[in-house]
């Protein structure tokens, strides 16, 4: 099966530009998941989509990060404006079936964007 | 604070040589995962571990959950470069949900 997409791979913007990320889970995953790896760190999760809806945004800084899966498939994450501290690799991961435990449904991840801000 | 404690940090040795790693934590939890993450990609998950006590074994590694499932530790026997990564551990402190990861273990097999 196809793997989880990401693009881009890379991205140097600049301190209070704004930036797009974009995900393509695998066909049939319901959840879709924006984690945030800052180097050094394990990933922290920033959402979490179950279809269309949000399950769980309680990690994601409201005033400049956006997400958004329309139609249940595809993903964009968004920073506006974009901070020093911004700069990390964002992973998008996908599930089947986030009602059973995640021992029977295991995230599938993506090769990530990495993000310098300047 | 990490829910989970991963040590050590840094883990540079030889080929040939054994290693463990470990995730510790004070809370329970109803499953661990264990990924490896090589530069430039996402994490890959290795294994999954449920029962307290339970021991995985993957090829050269073997993957053990504490008896009172707060803990797990990956050993890895007669290493090869090709085991070099990041290894994370990670786990659902209730039964299902948001996933949390430990910060990992960066291990360095050199020829």
């Known amino acids: 099966e196809a793997g989880v997409a990401q693009s881009p791979r890379y991205k140097i913007i600049e301190k209070r530009q704004s930036v797009a990320f974009w995900c393509n889970p695998i066909?049939?995953?319901?959840?879709l998941y924006w984690y945030q790896q800052i180097l050094g760190q394990g990933p922290k999760l920033l959402i979490q989509f179950q279809n269309n809806g949000v399950v769980d945004d309680s990690q994601l800084p409201k005033d400049r990060f956006s997400a958004e899966r329309l139609k249940g498939v595809d993903s964009t994450l968004k920073i506006q404006p974009a901070k020093l501290e911004d700069s990390a690799v964002y992973l998008c991961a996908s599930s089947l079936d986030p009602a059973e435990s995640s021992y029977n449904s295991p995230l599938h991840f993506g090769n990530g964007t990495r993000l310098t801000v300047t | 604070t990490q829910l989970l404690e991963q040590s050590p940090q840094f883990l540079s040795i030889q080929e040939g040589e054994n290693l463990t790693v470990y995730c510790n934590s004070s809370s329970v939890f109803s499953s661990l995962q264990w990924y490896r993450q090589e530069p430039g990609e996402g994490p890959v998950l290795l294994v999954t571990v449920v029962t307290g006590g339970e021991v995985k074994k993957l090829k050269r590694l073997t993957f053990q959950f504490g008896d009172a499932r707060k803990d797990s530790s990956l050993h890895i026997t007669a290493a090869q470069p090709g085991d070099t990564g990041l290894y994370l551990c990670?786990?659902?402190?209730?039964?299902?949900?948001?996933?949390?990861f430990g910060a990992g273990t960066q291990v360095v097999v050199t020829p």
């Open positions: 066909s049939g995953h319901a959840t």
């Open positions: 990670a786990g659902n402190p209730d039964s299902w949900g948001k996933l949390q």
